[in-house]
Nanobody
Framework: QVNLVESGGGSVQAGGSLRLSCVASGNTIESRCMGWFRQVPGKEREAVAG????????EYADSVKDRFIISRDNADNTVYLQMNSLKPEVTAVYYC???????????????WGHGTQVTVSS
């Protein structure tokens, strides 16, 4: 089991930036995906970005390409999500997840964090 703790959420105006962090501890496994997902109350959880640790291959949802960047720091067991040019429609709770083989498919993830709220105002 991997313990994941997210941080970095908050409130920002449209056009601003935030960087989310996800610190992983426990039985981490290489050659798996680390992913970021988001969920708005009443809607299904959706994939935002994923990083395959077996080669640092990244994938993004079409809605965030060119604005969001997922990366990791191996030394700190931390995965980041840099979010730029934020829009009100990205307001959601953002979750970090680990363990999948397909980075943008939430069904394959075995560990999830508790989430961090991101609010973008117009």
């Amino acid at each position: 089991q991997v313990n994941l703790v997210e941080s970095g959420g908050g409130s920002v105006q449209a056009g601003g930036s935030l960087r989310l962090s996800c610190v992983a501890s426990g039985n981490t496994i290489e050659s798996r995906c680390m992913g970021w997902f988001r969920q708005v109350p009443g809607k299904e959880r959706e994939a935002v970005a994923g990083l395959y640790t077996g080669g640092d291959i990244t994938e993004y949802a079409d809605s965030v390409k060119d604005r969001f960047i997922i990366s990791r720091d191996n030394a700190d067991n931390t995965v980041y999500l840099q979010m730029n040019s934020l829009k009100p429609e990205v307001t959601a709770v953002y979750y970090c997840a680990s363990g999948a083989l397909r980075c943008l498919a939430d069904s394959g993830y075995t560990s999830w964090g508790h989430g961090t709220q991101v609010t973008v105002s117009s």
